[in-house]
């Protein structure tokens, strides 16, 4: 005899997740608007050089991690959407969620302590050699640095959270005996 089909989730669980996951998709387009505008312009003994975000390799990490877990925002919110029209979850979708929600959450928290360790280090390192004051450029591009891995932790928050609600979900899912 064939087990029961399960409960789909209540409306206020699927409205939690869905908000949940439109979040961490905001999370992670600001940050990636942040690191990939963040440039700035060095003047130094008459010489001027223009810094870019990917002349920093955290920051290039920051956002390669930022863009591979929009990607997989995106495709989770299409489930998520998907699962909230119907009722219904597909059974591949508990362990891509489950998996997936682990993977990705701690690539963004790995990118998110680089970007704090790199803005911390070169601002230091830029606070020994130059004196500067909150007015100048240099402040400005490593207060966008924390600025986005400040945007990518609460995208790993986020997306932490949703982790432990598809462990729950994945724990609680039928058994298909063929």
């Known amino acids: 005899m064939a087990p029961p089909p399960p409960s789909p ?3 206020m669980l699927r409205t939690v997740l869905l908000l949940l ?5 905001a999370f992670l387009v600001i940050t990636v608007a942040l690191v990939s505008t963040n440039t700035v312009t060095l003047e130094i003994q008459g010489t001027s ?7 920093v390799y955290a920051y290039r990490y920051m956002l390669s991690a930022a863009v591979i877990g929009l990607g997989y925002a995106f495709v ?3 489930f ?3 699962q909230f029209a119907t009722g219904t979850i597909h059974p591949f ?8 929600d682990k993977i990705i959450s701690y690539l963004l928290a790995t990118g998110s302590a680089a970007g704090f360790g ?10 020994a050699l130059i004196e500067f004051d909150s007015a100048d450029p240099v402040d400005n591009f490593f207060s966008k640095g924390y600025a986005s891995a400040s945007l990518l932790l609460f995208a790993f928050v986020s997306l932490a959270i949703l982790s432990v609600f598809s462990s729950l979900a994945l724990s ?4 298909q005996v063929s």
Do not use: C, E, W
């Not at 996951?21 to 998709?25: I, P, S």
């Open 9 to 11: 989730p209540s409306v």
């Open 21 to 25: 996951r439109v979040l961490t998709a």
């Open 49 to 55: 050089i223009k810094m870019h975000f990917n002349d």
């Open 76 to 78: 989770q919110l299409v």
């Open 80 to 82: 998520t959407i998907s």
């Open 93 to 100: 979708n508990y362990l891509f969620s489950f998996y997936g």
């Open 118 to 127: 790199v803005s911390k280090d070169l601002k230091d390192t830029y606070l």
């Open 172 to 175: 609680k899912r039928p058994i």
